[in-house]
């Protein structure tokens, strides 16, 4: 009986063994997963508080919260199963998928610089509060959506790093990681888009220190989020260009991951500040690489496949704020001296020349396409439009 116990209690601590061996696993396989996925990560942070652009005060946590919800639903119940099952029957795909995820990286983050130069930027929304009933449950979905890109992003560029674990530890590693990374991210946006409010609070405070305060956070915040935006689009070419440079790699072209071998056998040797160079290295030639990765994409998708009209915005064609063709918006003319009014447009000219005999009529036309032409007929000469024809008959 006693032999017995003693084997048991040897089985119970060979489990704890195993389980406490376990933790540390996944305990080392989250925080390498999680730090390979910053880049997503800090892009996700500086993305969501956009949607929040407008949104009453009142609202914003609620519906922080509710984005993180779906956030959480679209890592466990839809990409999680998905990738799983991929690592274990069909691990090939992995690369070509991390790759494609790498591309897209590259081209948010390069469009960004893109634009930058140009001086060009996206056209925003109009404000939640203008936008009407329903206004909350597009912000919500339209977050959502684009969480799920980069969600999915995290999630394969996690398993990519333990990928070797076993199943169900693979498994236990991306789910911490998946609920560590969401209360991450939606943390620090509600942190961040509640931080005017409570600078805007402070200011009101009877304390000069708190004025000071309270007036330092409502000035800082604007420029903390353009620095994240700019470290997260940073990130973005640095994570995507490293995940081409490995896909690459594997697919047998390795000159450029050769010479970022070359640099970090050169630098790793050196005391105390080797490993920080070798990093730097690795991480400024997978940055160069996925910017011009990333613009070799934005030429495709801006200049290539927008002649073809299937632009990363509207097609050709479409109607925009300086299109080809605009359509000619008509607008009545004025009412002259003597309460005579007329409309002018192309198909009743002889209509406005009549009925400009018995006072002054102005023809507005605020048409702008290249096909326009302006057929209202003036009484008087017009020096705005000299090219217009005058009718003045006794």
């Known amino acids: 009986m006693a032999g017995g116990l003693v084997a048991l209690l040897d089985d119970v601590a060979a489990l704890a063994r195993l389980a406490a061996a376990s933790i540390d696993d996944v305990a080392a396989g989250t925080m390498k997963a999680s730090a390979k996925a910053a880049g997503v990560v800090i892009d996700d942070a500086a993305v969501t508080p956009q949607y929040l652009d407008g949104v009453k005060p009142n609202r914003e946590l609620p519906i922080i919260k509710k984005i993180s919800t ?9 990409i999680l199963p998905v990738i799983l099952l991929l690592s274990e029957f069909l ?59 980069l969600s999915a992003e995290i999630m394969v560029i996690s398993l990519d790093q333990v990928v070797d674990e076993s199943f169900w530890i693979r498994a236990l590693i991306l789910v911490v990681v998946a609920v560590l990374i969401t209360a991450v991210v939606y943390g620090a946006v509600a942190i961040l888009v509640k931080m005017d409010d409570i600078g805007l609070s402070m200011t009101k405070k009877s304390s000069e220190f708190s004025q000071k305060v309270g007036k330092s956070l409502v000035t800082a915040m604007p420029k903390v989020m353009d620095f994240i935006s700019v470290v997260g689009t940073f990130a973005m070419l640095w994570v995507g260009g490293h995940l081409i440079l490995v ?6 072209f390795t000159p450029i991951h050769d010479f970022v071998g ?18 730097l290295a690795d991480t400024v030639v997978s940055l160069i690489f996925g910017l011009v990765w990333g613009l070799i994409v934005v030429f495709i998708v801006h200049v290539v496949l927008k002649a073809l009209g299937k632009g990363h915005g509207k097609a050709l064609g479409a109607d925009s704020k300086n299109g080809p063709n605009k359509a000619t918006v008509q607008t009545p003319v004025a009412t002259t001296a003597s309460d005579t009014s007329a409309l002018v447009t192309e198909n009743n000219a002889a209509t406005a020349t009549q009925g400009a005999r018995t006072g002054d009529t102005t023809s507005t036309d605020t048409g702008t396409g290249p096909d326009h032409s302006n057929t209202g007929t003036n009484a008087g000469d017009d020096p705005a439009n000299p090219g217009a024809s005058s009718s003045n008959q006794e």
């Open 91 to 149: 691990p090939q795909v992995l690369t070509p998928l991390l790759m494609l995820g790498g591309t897209y990286l590259c081209f948010e983050g390069a469009e960004k610089v893109y634009e930058k130069v140009r001086g060009k930027h996206a056209e925003k929304d109009a404000p939640a509060v203008e936008q009407g009933a329903g206004a909350e449950d597009q912000i919500v979905k339209s977050a959502v959506t684009t969480d799920f890109i």
């Open 262 to 279: 070359f640099l970090q056998g050169g630098v790793e040797d050196i005391a105390t500040v080797g490993g920080l160079l070798a990093w």
């Open 70 to 78: 779906g956030s959480i639903r679209n890592k466990l119940i839809f």
């Open 247 to 252: 896909g690459v790699h594997e697919f047998g």
